[in-house]
């Protein structure tokens, strides 16, 4: 088996990418960003995840992250992706003003009837996509590309105005972003 895109080694810092399935742009709902960050939040306290640069975009999220001794970045990156699955799957059936609604609930429940793992839903595509991150060039190339993300899409002009991102850590002085920011 290929271990391109898995995480081989506990110790190391990993640049990994979460992608909705079919690409659903779920995230252009602040409700549903907030529940993802909830989430990285209790993993950084609970579960030793530990953040070094983050952005969430539409349809998926960017994390360039360590974890503390003896924990498993499969499983903290799993029990992220599930509980937020869940939790905005509940979300968007309970939310009256979502108006994309029933497709985006087809499209989750078609994905989740072809893949044996999961219950009804699959709100999350299976591969995150680590890359280990051993080298300075790299880990400058992928903080950079995490913080200008936002801005190639065209939602901001400068990677500090982004706020769900680590963007605002980076590039001013005095301000703090919504996550704990370990700085590499």
Same mark, same amino acid.
């Given at each position: 088996m290929s271990t391109k895109y898995h995480f =081989? !080694?506990?110790?190391? #810092?990993?640049?990994?990418? @979460?992608t909705t399935v079919a690409w659903i742009d779920v995230f252009t709902r602040n409700i549903y960003k907030d529940i993802l960050i909830d989430s990285f939040r209790y993993c950084?306290?609970?579960?030793? *995840?530990r953040i070094h640069a983050w952005v969430v975009m539409t349809n998926h999220f960017h994390m360039m992250c360590s974890f503390d001794q003896g924990r498993n970045p499969g499983t903290v990156i799993k029990?992220?992706?599930?509980? =937020? @699955?869940?939790?905005?799957?509940?979300? #968007?059936?309970n939310n009256?003003?979502?108006?994309?609604? !029933?497709?985006? *609930?087809?499209?989750?429940?078609?994905?989740?009837?072809?893949?044996?793992? /999961?219950?009804?839903?699959?709100?999350?595509?299976?591969? /995150?996509?680590?890359?280990? #991150?051993d080298d300075v060039n790299k880990m400058r190339q992928r903080i950079d590309y995490i913080h200008e993300n936002p801005v190639k899409a065209g939602f901001v002009s400068s990677p500090e105005e982004w706020v769900y991102g680590s963007g605002v850590d980076y590039? =001013? @002085?005095?301000?703090?972003? *919504?996550?704990?920011i370990d700085r590499l």
């Open positions: =081989t !080694n506990h110790d190391e #810092i990993y640049f990994i990418t @979460a950084q306290s609970q579960q030793g *995840l029990n992220i992706k599930s509980f =937020t @699955a869940i939790r905005i799957i509940d979300k #968007i059936i009256d003003r979502e108006s994309r609604k !029933n497709w985006m *609930l087809d499209v989750f429940e078609s994905k989740g009837m072809k893949n044996k793992s /999961n219950y009804r839903f699959q709100f999350w595509q299976t591969e /995150n996509h680590p890359i280990i #991150i590039y =001013t @002085a005095n301000r703090k972003g *919504l996550l704990r």
